[in-house]
């Protein structure tokens, strides 16, 4: 039955999908296919699509991660600090993987060997590495980065129409997915996030698992910031300030849920396409970025109340087991 | 065994209070002004909207909760009501501060109907509706800003005036917090709220109303947010849709930085309005010493791991104690 749920929800948002697509292609007279708009969608998307990989296995997990965003503006910060003191950028670049996977690091092993809930955990490091990305570069903005690294922004892969962020995201989910559905450290995320207890007496080593989940977290929204800083370039320690929002929409909107111990890396791609689209097609509309913010936050709650109602309509039409909890 | 619990929230403001003592020291032994009375009045009344915004933040901590949608509830209403009065001069000031907190309040229903109702963690929930009543908030403005010109006298009398010295948005925010400290200690509703964070299964099981309790608390936090909000555009005159943007952080830091357990159940507001006077303190402190205002977001948010992981180790601690001293009875 639950392969069965997955399935229904991945053909819903596949129809939402199509559906803006036509009606977005039809408002904009075909504007919004025209291969220039959907080649901006694409670097548009490329950050969030890129943190909402690891952060499905945090949630499927039953953890969450909301300092990506924070990680990503520290390390754009980085990247601008070391640059202006005269680093090179071969040398910089693992650096800031580095220092990503140090952050994620540091929210797992307050989660694990503390016992804290993430929740409050990442609250407080989303508030300790935007104000670390502030120290290290205050309120400057550094913007001349070569242009074999900022060319990415504005050019496809060669010979094809696809941005390289793309294509780089294509590549992750690739190997996201098969770390999650194909693997035994997959199932042991949805393990952990099923039945954390249960995971431990099966011999699960739920603290390790739940590390390296938020490691991969921290190098990811620390790659989602290297992508950032070029593609604009311009690295600032405010890049990327509320971000989080929508990576965790997206991520909830692609059927994982918030209780842990569901949910598909296809489910997330989709819903990541799903929240670009719309926000693209809204801005070929000239709709304003405080109506896309207030779409974006209506489809996550929309996105977490619909298995509730959901559910709460089964149950209506179920007769109650005798003895069942209810 | 309430002997203990009593005995740790004590220490835990007591330290507040030490740790409040020695910013003031450390900071007036390098600028003696900044314990002047002016200086102490700004401190207070820096301090007031944020100690306002603890005490409906408590309340829906207690329940093993959060609201993150304070900051965007105090900026609709504020230019709501801002809007109101340059329409409307003749407004008197209490129906102005009524109308912040019903606008607040509806605020704190939706929040709390679909935490409750919904069962939606309030997380999702309030991440949800930061932005969304943001959203409103701009749609609303259109760009737009509201200017000290355009309010009428007796609003701005309000947000700088004093009684006996003291500003009438401190006196106001005492009231509050005693207010909700009385109900809170005094009252079962209030009660109830411990017992809910405590264990909610046991709650449901002593017949407690968990849900109606949940959804009072989200009101109550919505309707406070809602009350500074008036008192925003009070005290500063000038009212544009980014007003109270981020303040969520601020106020979740000084609630837990106050001992109120993120975990639910233990906490209490003066403790959480203690912690909101320390963070405003340390701010200031900050800029008096010339410390660059950069490392302010790093400090608060280190600060609320500190206070976060503090808590567990109390809870540790007090749990292995109580576990000895049972241990001790039954044998």
Not at chain 1, 23 to 46: E, K, P, W
Request: aromatic share 6%; glycine share 12%.
């Amino acid at each position: 039955m639950k392969a069965k749920d997955f399935l229904r929800w991945e053909t819903a948002l596949f129809v939402l999908l199509v559906l803006i697509g036509v009606v977005g292609a039809a408002r904009t007279g075909g504007g919004f296919l025209a291969g220039q708009n959907l080649f901006y969608l694409g670097l548009d998307i490329g950050e969030i699509a890129i943190m909402a990989l690891p952060l499905t296995l945090v949630i499927v997990a039953a953890e969450i991660d909301l300092s990506v965003a924070s990680v990503l503006g520290l390390s754009s910060a980085l990247i601008g600090a070391l640059w202006n003191a005269g680093w090179a950028l071969e040398t910089i670049l693992p650096l800031v993987l580095l220092v990503g996977a140090v952050c994620g690091a540091f929210n797992g092993v307050l989660v694990t060997r503390m016992g804290l809930p993430s929740l409050a955990v990442t609250i407080g490091t989303l508030a300790l590495y935007r104000g670390l990305a502030l120290i290290v570069l205050g309120d400057h903005a550094v913007a001349d980065f070569p242009a074999t690294y900022t060319r990415f922004g504005t050019t496809p892969l060669p010979g094809t129409p696809i941005p390289y962020p793309i294509a780089l995201f294509g590549v992750l989910a690739v190997v996201f997915g098969l770390l999650l559905h194909a693997t035994a450290f997959g199932r042991a995320v949805f393990a952990l996030g099923a039945n954390e207890e249960a995971a431990r007496f099966s011999g699960i080593r739920v603290k390790r698992n739940k590390e390296i989940l938020f490691v991969l977290s921290g190098v990811l929204s620390a790659l989602a910031g290297i992508v950032y800083t070029f593609r604009f370039s311009s690295a600032r320690a405010d890049n990327g300030t509320g971000l989080e929002l929508a990576v965790v929409a997206a991520v909830l909107l692609g059927g994982v849920s918030i209780f842990g111990g569901r949910g598909t890396i296809g489910g997330v791609i989709l819903a990541v396409l799903v929240l670009g689209a719309l926000r693209n097609v809204l801005i070929l509309a000239d709709t304003s970025t405080e109506v896309l913010t207030v779409v974006t936050g209506l489809l996550l709650l929309a996105s977490v109340l619909a298995p509730a109602i959901i559910q709460g309509i089964l149950n209506r039409f179920k007769r109650p087991i005798e003895g069942a909890p209810s | 065994m309430t002997g203990l619990l009593e005995w740790a929230r004590r220490i835990r403001e007591l330290g507040i209070l030490l740790a409040l003592g020695l910013v003031v020291l450390v900071t007036a032994m390098s600028n003696p002004l900044f314990v002047s009375g002016q200086s102490v009045r700004d401190l207070l009344l820096n301090t007031s909207l944020v100690a306002l915004l603890t005490v409906g933040q408590t309340m829906v901590v207690l329940t093993r909760n959060v609201d993150l949608s304070v900051g965007s509830v105090l900026g609709l209403s504020a230019f709501l009501t801002a809007g109101i009065f340059v329409r409307h001069p003749e407004l008197s000031i209490p129906v102005g501060l009524a109308i912040g907190v019903v606008v607040g309040a509806a605020c704190g229903a939706l929040n709390g109907a679909l935490v409750a109702v919904g069962r939606v963690p309030s997380l999702v929930v309030t991440l949800g509706t930061l932005y969304v009543f943001r959203g409103l908030d701009y749609a609303w403005a259109q760009g737009k800003q509201i200017n000290a010109g355009d309010l009428p006298d007796a609003l701005l009398a309000m947000g700088g005036g004093r009684f006996l010295g003291v500003p009438y948005l401190v006196l106001i925010t005492l009231v509050v917090i005693a207010v909700a400290a009385l109900h809170l200690h005094g009252y079962r509703s209030g009660r109830e709220l411990y017992a809910i964070g405590s264990n909610p299964e046991a709650a449901v099981l002593a017949g407690i109303a968990v849900r109606r309790r949940v959804l009072t608390a989200f009101v109550a936090s919505g309707a406070v947010a809602g009350l500074a909000g008036t008192l925003w555009a009070a005290r500063y005159g000038t009212v544009d849709a980014t007003a109270g943007t981020g303040l969520e952080l601020q106020v979740v830091s000084a609630v837990v930085v106050g001992g109120v357990a993120i975990f639910g159940g233990s906490g209490t507001v003066t403790g959480a309005a203690l912690g909101a006077l320390l963070l405003t303190t340390i701010s200031s402190a900050l800029i008096v010493l010339r410390i660059p205002a950069f490392w302010q977001q790093a400090i608060t948010g280190a600060l609320l791991l500190a206070a976060i992981a503090l808590d567990r180790i109390v809870a540790l601690r007090l749990a292995a104690t109580l576990r000895r001293r049972s241990r001790g009875v039954s044998a």
